[in-house]
């Protein structure tokens, strides 16, 4: 089945630049939409952005001046980038597929419906 | 941007209960509205789709009702597996939002 694994650094300075990936297993990140997600400790959560199976992306707006969303289809990988972080960017992190279709002007959408496990990032000096 | 409003945010409830939690967009998204289940320390996992659509392997005790802004998922008779953070979450062609979640507890 499709898994996915987030990689990265722990712990981050602020000021610095968050780097993620996210390596996707049994499915191709061309066949379909990735999205990063995070979540505060003992808050809700918070869609951050996406990557299209064109390679088009989307953002939160709160977040679309600091994040970029990229790919690697050679390594069947997408990363997210978060510059000039503060303690108020620590979160878990998530990676999940987005399951959008879309052609043209036809679309359904199934849902977030495959999520890596999460990783812990620590904004602190 | 699209808000999204649970309520409520904490629900008591007991094994058995009937469990209906709601959530408002502040515009309208037609159908396009995920529900998701979250336990602690574990990612979230979705329950339904397009707003009453049941994923492959979710118990048929979970539903889901409504279109334009108001939406609900019911939980017909609560069992001890159920208690856990709720979230819905809008989809347009261009961005997701989260609702802020529903903690369901004993």
């Known amino acids: 089945q499709v898994q996915l694994q987030e990689s990265g650094p722990g712990l981050v300075k602020p000021s610095e630049t968050l780097s993620l990936t996210c390596t996707v297993s049994?499915?191709?990140?061309?066949?379909?939409?990735w999205s990063w997600i995070r979540q505060p400790p003992g808050k809700g959560l918070e869609w951050i952005g996406y990557?299209?199976?064109?390679?088009?992306?989307n953002y939160n707006p709160s977040l679309q001046s600091r994040a970029t969303i990229s790919e690697d289809t050679s390594k069947n990988q997408f990363s997210l980038k978060l510059t000039s972080v503060t303690a108020a960017d620590t979160a878990v992190y998530y990676c999940?597929?987005?399951?959008?279709?879309?052609?043209?002007?036809?679309?359904?959408?199934?849902?977030?419906?495959?999520w890596g496990q999460g990783t812990t990032v620590i904004v602190s000096s | 941007d699209i808000q999204m409003t649970q309520s409520p945010s904490t629900l008591s409830a007991s094994v058995g209960d009937r469990v209906t939690i709601t959530c408002r967009a502040s515009?309208?998204?037609?159908?396009?509205l995920a529900w998701y289940q979250q336990k602690p320390g574990k990612a979230p996992k979705v329950l339904i789709y397009?707003?009453?659509n049941l994923e492959s392997g979710v118990p048929s005790r979970f539903s889901g009702s409504g279109s334009g802004t108001e939406f609900t998922l019911t939980i017909s008779s609560l069992q001890p597996d159920d208690f856990a953070t709720y979230y819905c979450?809008?989809?347009?062609?261009?961005?997701?939002?989260f609702g802020q979640g529903t903690k369901v507890e004993i």
């Open positions: 999940a597929r987005d399951n959008e279709y879309s052609s043209g002007t036809d679309y359904y959408y199934y849902g977030m419906d495959v």
């Open positions: 049994s499915a191709s990140i061309s066949a379909y939409y």
């Open positions: 990557i299209s199976n064109s390679g088009s992306t």
């Open positions: 515009q309208s998204i037609s159908s396009w």
């Open positions: 397009k707003a009453s």
């Open positions: 979450q809008q989809y347009n062609r261009y961005s997701r939002t």
